[in-house]
């Protein structure tokens, strides 16, 4: 049986993009339909696993699916699989994470400053606000002081005797 799977196992295949000659020495106690099935079920994983991986498309995707992935790697590496572009994909996509993530942490932080800023910048307002509402009611306070003193001034104008008047009635009076 083991020359049966050495042979097998010694043919060359591509499996995503990637020769493979895994030794399958784990299997070599099992039986040539077991061998030839338990082979084809691994191909089936590897394939799976790089599908898997490419089909990522945010952090949280890695984070749930990274531990079975690199479970399922080692499992693959244990048969003879190369598994080294799986791996260096998995640790770029590990390195993206972490700077996505501090740029995440950035974001925030400066989301959390620009709040603070618009909070201090509406409390401001709200200050100024409620002093030009003070000085508003205070010109009109002043404005209806003016109109008071406006009617004042209209009322002694008209009330005030006409000096003219009685000037040139004074002075064209008889002289007698």
Known sequence: MASSSESKSAKPRYLAGIRQTPHFRPLSTKSAIMLTNLMT?????????AAKIQSLSSHKDFEAS??????????LESMGYDVGALVRRLELLEVEVQKTMVMSDAGKEKI????????????ELG?????????????????????????????????????????SKLAKSPLV
């Open 41 to 49: 079920a691994y191909d089936n994983a590897f394939l799976e696993t």
């Open 66 to 75: 990274s531990p079975d992935l690199r479970s399922t790697i080692a499992e």
């Open 112 to 123: 959390a400053d620009a709040e603070r800023k618009i909070e201090a910048k509406t409390r």
């Open 127 to 167: 200050e100024i606000k409620v002093e030009i509402a003070k000085l508003h009611a205070k010109a009109q306070d002043k404005q209806q002081g003016i109109d008071e003193l406006q009617k004042w001034m209209e009322n002694l104008k008209l009330s005030r005797p006409d000096f003219f008047a009685a000037f």
